[in-house]
């Protein structure tokens, strides 16, 4: 198993600055890819950046204002979010891409796993 604890969300104003982190823990050798998303009430779960395998991948929207990192040893994902604006506003939730290969346990996983969100709002 694989568990997603985030933390980092809060109250900022527009041009605000936040951190967000998501520490794995369980059987972290399984994840090959780390992502972010949010999700605003009543709308679709929306992908907002990717890191697998050293290569970032980014929505249009928060290109350039959002940077994803990985740092393995210390299992943990962050997201480091600039220029904020009230259209940023929503749960922040990070996800980890199982691949089977590393061991064999990794095989018995889930193909991936959530965290359980942070809020984070941005005022203007």
């Known amino acids: 198993q694989v568990h997603l604890e985030e933390s980092g969300g809060g109250l900022v104003q527009a041009g605000g600055s936040l951190r967000l982190s998501c520490e794995a823990s369980?059987?972290?050798?399984?994840?090959?890819?780390m992502v972010w998303y949010r999700q605003v009430p009543g709308e679709d779960r929306e992908w907002i950046a990717a890191h697998s395998g050293g290569v970032e991948d980014y929505k249009d929207s928060v290109k350039g204002r959002f940077t994803i990192s990985r740092d393995k040893d210390r299992n943990t994902a962050y997201l480091q979010m600039n220029s904020l604006i009230p259209e940023d506003t929503a749960v922040y939730y990070c996800?980890?891409?199982?691949?089977?290969?590393?061991?064999?346990?990794?095989?018995?996983?889930?193909?991936?796993?959530w965290g359980q969100g942070t809020q984070v709002t941005v005022s203007s």
């Open positions: 996800k980890a891409d199982i691949t089977p290969s590393p061991a064999p346990t990794c095989a018995t996983l889930n193909l991936n796993y």
């Open positions: 369980g059987d972290t050798e399984c994840i090959h890819a």
